[in-house]
């Protein structure tokens, strides 16, 4: 699909949109009115992949970029980065965590140009402990996606596995827990009982890790599946007592 709208056109059109006489809407936008937005139009595009629905990816990316001119335009009207500031940044990244292509270094596999990612961004960011890489792991994150992105990366500082029963048994220890803390809303320590449900999710990941599931996809089918019941229950296919 071809509108003859380039690049430098897109860029054009939000510099239109944030202009002094552009769109109201559009000019009153912050970095974080827009957030939600971005991350919004993300899962869009993730969507349309887990779909194989190549048409609707194309406009969901274009939605993504859009968003990110959006950012990229708001924070120059601030006089914080630039759009050349953006995508220069981008291309020196990209060549610097390449150096198996762009620097003569040896990465024959996926795992040795992961490696050298890693290593790279440790030099890069002055990271000294494993505890700084797991901080690093972006708080905005799903909570199953950042348990585990931080597992991984714990593994891999530490050069412990967490291994597949120590992970049931730790969730069966924090399932007792919560079954004989539930009546009397805490658990025996007084802590509150958020703690040990998320305990209990987080030696969950570990189990889907191990199990090579992703632990979101794992819910989000999950999730379809009690609302494919609920539905049976509403055309009487099912007793409503079937869904818990």
């Known amino acids: 699909m071809d509108g003859g709208y380039t690049f430098d ?3 054009g059109i939000v510099d239109i949109l944030v202009s002094e006489n552009g769109c109201p809407w559009d000019r009153a936008q912050t970095h974080g009115s827009i ?41 120059e009207r601030d006089n914080s980065f630039t759009t050349a500031d953006v995508t220069a940044g981008a291309g020196m990244k990209m060549v610097r965590r390449h150096p198996h292509i762009f620097a003569g270094v040896r990465a024959d596999t996926p795992d040795q140009v992961i490696d050298n990612w890693d290593r790279i961004k440790k030099a890069e960011h002055g990271f000294t402990a494993g505890s700084q890489t797991l901080r690093a792991v972006a708080k905005a994150l799903p909570a199953l996606s950042r348990a585990e992105k931080v597992q991984k990366r714990a593994e891999k ?54 199990l090579n599931i992703n632990a979101e996809f794992a819910l989000t089918n999950a999730t379809e599946t ?7 229950c509403e055309k009487g296919m099912k007793p409503a007592s079937d869904l818990f």
């Open 9 to 11: 056109d897109l860029c």
């Open 35 to 75: 957030r939600d937005d971005l991350i919004e139009e993300s899962y869009e595009a993730a969507d349309a992949i887990d779909k194989n629905d190549m048409p609707n990816l194309c406009e969901e990316l274009g939605d993504v970029l859009f968003d990110v001119l959006l950012h990229c335009k708001l924070a």
């Open 157 to 210: 500082a530490s050069g412990e596995e967490f291994g597949l029963m120590r992970a049931v048994a730790a969730a069966g220890a924090e399932l007792a827990r919560l079954k004989e803390a539930a009546p009397a809303g805490k658990a025996p320590s007084g802590e509150d009982l958020s703690a040990v449900l998320g305990a209990l999710l987080f030696h969950t990941v570990a189990i889907s890790r191990k």
């Open 226 to 232: 009690f609302i494919n019941n609920f539905e049976d």
